[in-house]
C-alpha cells in the first residue's frame, strides 16, 4: 500500500496539500488527525475548521451547500 502527501507552498499564507493513495491507506484518517491537531491554534485565531468528505456527497453541486451547513449550522439544498 501507498500513500504520497505533497505539500506545495502557494502563498506565505498558505498552500496546497495533494494526497493520493488506493482506498485503505489512511488519506482520511490523516486528514482527520491533521485537521484535529489544527483546530485549537485556529479557533483561538478565530477559524473555523471544517471537513467534507466529497465522496459521501451525491454531486460536486453538493459541496457548497454541505460548506455553508457546517458553518452556520442551517441546511440548505444545492443551487438548480
Known sequence: LS???VC???H???GVLYICGVPG????ALVMELLRGLRPQALQAGA???AINCL???TPQ???SRLWEKLSGQHLGPAR
Do not use: C, E, N, Y
Open 3 to 5: 500513500l504520497r502527501v
Open 8 to 10: 506545495v507552498p502557494a
Open 12 to 14: 506565505p499564507d498558505g
Open 25 to 28: 491507506t489512511g488519506k482520511t
Open 48 to 50: 473555523q475548521v471544517v
Open 56 to 58: 459521501q456527497l451525491p
Open 62 to 64: 453538493h459541496v457548497f
